[in-house]
């Protein structure tokens, strides 16, 4: 079964993407902001759209809620060694 469709898949999937952007991102921390345009007059920050943005605000989600996300890694692996 596709991981789209089974729940228990995307919260493994998408766990995965947040430690692996977060971890990217405290490596190298300008990896999701290439090719930004810089402010125009009025603007108070920048666009990120596309791939790079939906990244970036997956590491925003991992370095902000790590404790979190690190429980639920937890949980994640303890559901998927036994009871699955």
């Known amino acids: 079964m596709s991981a789209i469709f089974d729940f228990s898949s995307l919260l493994t999937v998408l766990l995965l993407m947040i430690c692996t952007c977060a971890?990217?991102?405290?490596?190298?921390?300008?990896?999701?902001?290439?090719?930004?345009?810089?402010?125009?007059?009025?603007?108070?920050?920048?666009?990120?759209t596309g791939v790079t943005g939906f990244c970036w605000k997956l590491s925003r989600i991992g370095e902000r809620l790590s404790p979190y996300v690190g429980v639920c890694c937890v949980i994640m692996a303890i559901h998927l060694l036994f009871f699955k």
Do not use: A, N, S, V
């Open 23 to 48: 971890y990217l991102r405290d490596m190298r921390p300008t990896i999701f902001d290439g090719g930004q345009q810089t402010l125009q007059p009025g603007e108070t920050r920048l666009k990120r």
